[in-house]
């Protein structure tokens, strides 16, 4: 089935700093590319996400691109600030295996 | 809408014990998902339905393990007998389509010790 490699595992940055999470996948059919982040203690959420026919997605202090060609993807935060302490999952949407598979997750803790 | 209703939140259990979780899914929602959440593993997908119909139960790690959607608004995973691996919090999610626009929905969980 699909392989999301996710790293790094754990990200300690100073608040105002930026961070970089990479993403590499193995389907070459997988189109779909959403991040989610967890909150300690709370349910994943969708932060935002990038189709195949997309390089880069902003959305404020967030970003995302895709390297199809490479297969891989990251999230790049702007301007961390303390709230955006979570752990933080990439994931790919596999067409031909049907189903979503989750990176193992990167715990990010921004030091103010 | 409330979103997507999990229970119990937590549960304790001795080895051998079976232990039911339940979700209720967001209404119009067609994609009911379990996901298991570990350390080591991050979040695995269980198995999946579409229409209350299992779709890909692939990822159910044994016969221990059983699910069920008797209707479009009630899911339970079942664990029979619990074993103290299967330690974890279980996410149920769900969505209108495999490739949602708004993600995901996922419950709060349960977190489920095995003792």
């Known amino acids: 089935g699909e392989n999301v490699e996710q790293h790094p595992s754990t990200l300690s940055v100073q608040e105002g700093d930026s961070a970089v999470i990479k993403c590499t996948y193995s389907?070459?059919?997988?189109?779909?590319f959403p991040w989610y982040k967890q909150e300690l203690g709370k349910r994943p959420q969708l932060i935002i996400d990038?189709?195949?026919?997309?390089g880069e997605k902003k959305d404020q202090r967030i970003a995302v691109t895709l390297n199809k060609t490479a297969k891989h993807f990251s999230l790049h935060i702007t301007e961390t600030q303390p709230e955006d302490s979570a752990v933080y999952f990439c994931a790919a949407y596999s067409g031909g295996y049907q189903k979503v598979t989750f990176g193992i997750g990167t715990k990010l803790q921004v030091i103010p | 809408d409330a979103g997507v209703i999990q229970s119990p939140r937590h549960e304790v259990t001795e080895m051998g014990q079976e232990v039911t979780l339940r979700c209720k899914p967001i209404s119009g929602h067609d994609y009911l998902f379990w996901y298991r959440q570990t350390m080591m593993r991050g979040l695995e997908l269980l198995i999946y339905?579409?229409?209350?119909?299992?779709?890909?139960d692939s990822g159910m790690p044994e016969d221990r393990f059983s699910a069920k959607m008797p209707n479009a608004s009630f899911s339970t995973l079942k664990i029979q007998p619990s074993e103290p691996r299967d330690s974890a919090v279980y996410f149920c999610?769900?969505?209108?389509?495999?490739?949602?626009?708004?993600?995901?929905?996922f419950g709060s969980g349960t977190r489920l010790t095995v003792v």
């Open positions: 389907d070459s059919a997988s189109n779909y």
């Open positions: 999610a769900s969505s209108w389509a495999l490739l949602d626009n708004y993600g995901y929905t």
């Open positions: 990038i189709r195949s026919n997309v």
């Open positions: 339905f579409n229409n209350n119909v299992p779709i890909d």
